[in-house]
């Protein structure tokens, strides 16, 4: 049986294998083999992924040096065994068993987020999903893996977001940043890259050392980030991995929201 993703025309995306017939109707239906097989459920999405860690990934998804710098190492995009010692030292949050017990929070989140928007809006006013509920999973997740944000790295957390935006256009629309020797020249997108770059490490080791004071010396439960750092103090992964998986997953604009 052969596997075929269909999409709105207004999700298109570029699929790097050979020999994909591509037709164009409502939807756009990318196809395998002659045999389609429709993904509508949680099980069709299992079966295909079950043995995705067997399966060697393009360097930066075929995509240049641009997309190397800003998640090349990401848990999502290595293979073999460099994938499975991040995977170990960041999956924890992630397991089914961990997740069952963020519902609560994650209602509060919304909870909270939705009488926001309304001070911020007119009497009268329609929702627009993109815009108006992008940052709440964003912020959802952050309070899981970096525990309850103070107001300082909340604010500073949402300040990133903008340039992290502008990199992530300028890695789609590729062209010469695509090579490794472009990133000597003076572009907006190189230093956009190195902006972006700086200030996502910053506030990651503020918010790890705020959690460390919360469970050293407040006695609160250690969250995710604390382990996910001593991975890198004792040599299991790299910083740059590590920073690089935690942009992939909490982007408000990622589309992999955990460890695959």
Not at 142 to 169: E, H, M
Request: proline fraction near 6%.
């Amino acid at each position: 049986m052969g596997l075929s993703i269909r999409l709105p025309l207004s999700n298109l995306v570029w699929f790097p294998w050979g020999n994909v017939r591509i037709t164009v109707d409502k939807y756009i239906e990318t196809t395998l083999t002659t045999k389609n097989s429709i993904l509508t459920t949680p099980n069709d999405i299992e079966t295909v992924f079950r043995d995705s860690h067997t399966h060697l990934k393009a360097n930066s998804n075929d995509s240049g040096h641009y997309m190397y710098q800003l998640l090349g190492v990401c848990l999502g995009l290595i293979s073999g065994q460099e994938w499975r010692l991040l995977r170990k030292a960041t999956e924890a949050p992630f397991t089914r068993t961990a997740t069952t017990s963020y519902v609560d929070g994650v209602l509060n989140h919304a909870n909270q987020h939705i009488p926001s928007l309304c001070a911020s809006k007119p009497e009268k006013w329609h929702l627009r999903p993109q815009a108006d509920l992008r940052v709440y999973p964003f912020l959802a997740l952050a309070d899981i893996l970096y525990g309850t944000l103070s107001p300082n790295l909340k604010a500073r957390l949402l300040t990133i977001i903008p340039g992290r935006d502008s990199v992530f256009a300028h890695m789609m629309m590729g062209g010469v940043t695509r090579y490794a020797w472009a990133k000597y020249l003076p572009l907006q997108a190189n230093r956009e890259m190195r902006s972006f770059k700086q200030a996502w490490a910053r506030w990651n080791d503020d918010a790890h050392s705020g959690a460390l004071v919360k469970a050293t010396e407040k006695r609160q439960r250690p969250v995710p980030i604390i382990a996910m750092y001593a991975a890198v103090s004792n040599g299991s992964i790299s910083r740059e991995a590590l920073l690089q998986t935690l942009d992939e997953c909490s982007s408000p604009i990622s589309t992999c929201p955990s460890p695959h």
